[in-house]
């Protein structure tokens, strides 16, 4: 299984600066076919499920605020909210697709300072 | 608008079995892959398995393998989780999620409201 490993595992961010919050996978996501990193970000508020913010890396689900922004290759990716709001506070896990089972990290907790 | 709608919480004890359901509506139910998750109280999501609805073909995470059974109704557009031999960790909700693209290998862009199974 591949896994995956975030940092930090709780960050506190004042309203309007940046949070940067960091994924490692146990071995690379880049296919060397299309050249895409199988990599997903998630946010998730308490009592919901998971909604989809980030895909392949870097590109933006449709209704995500584009203060949110993923990068990255291989191993190693971002997920940067350039300006935290308050209603960014919540968990957020990086997903692997590129084989299964497909894993995720053990999440990243976002609060405002 | 695409909407995801599971059953409702499920309470069983140690060694049954439990069937969640799920029903996608505001798409064409055979386009997409479902795939069946959960998430134990403070823990990260974990994945179990996946259906095409199209041919019935699943595959399935190998820690569930020999106890989860997922397939899918196409008249009545629902797809079934089922867990067998049930034990306390399995207490968790369970989610189904379609993937964003009628891909296989793609993250999931829509989730149902979860369904809550405590084991006890």
């Known amino acids: 299984d591949i896994v995956m490993t975030q940092s930090p595992d709780s960050l506190a961010v004042s309203l309007g600066e940046r949070a940067t919050i960091n994924c490692k996978s146990s071995?690379?996501?880049?296919?060397?076919?299309?050249?895409?990193?199988?990599l997903a970000w998630y946010q998730q508020k308490p009592g919901q499920p998971p909604r989809l913010l980030i895909y392949w890396t870097s590109a933006r689900q449709s209704g995500v605020p584009d203060r949110f922004s993923g990068s990255g290759s291989g191993t190693d990716f971002t997920l940067t909210i350039s300006s935290l709001q308050a209603e960014d506070v919540a968990v957020y896990y990086c997903q692997q697709y590129y084989s299964t089972p497909w894993t995720f990290g053990q999440g990243t907790q976002v609060e405002i300072k | 608008q695409v909407l995801f709608v599971q059953s409702g919480a499920e309470m069983k004890k140690p060694g049954a079995s439990v069937k969640v359901s799920c029903h996608p509506s505001?798409?064409?139910?055979?386009?997409?892959?479902i795939n069946w998750l959960r998430q134990a109280p403070g823990q990260r999501p974990e994945w179990m398995g996946w259906i095409n609805p199209d041919n019935g073909n699943t595959k399935y995470s190998p820690r569930f393998q020999d106890r989860v059974t997922i397939t899918a109704d196409t008249f009545a557009r629902t797809v079934y989780m089922e867990l067998r031999s049930l034990r306390s960790e399995d207490t968790a909700v369970y989610y189904c999620?379609?993937?964003?693209?009628?891909?296989?290998?793609?993250?999931?862009?829509?989730w149902g409201q979860g369904t809550k199974v405590t084991v006890s």
């Open positions: 071995q690379s996501l880049l296919y060397s076919y299309n050249n895409k990193n199988y």
């Open positions: 999620a379609r993937v964003k693209s009628t891909a296989r290998d793609d993250p999931f862009d829509i």
């Open positions: 505001g798409y064409t139910f055979t386009s997409h892959y």
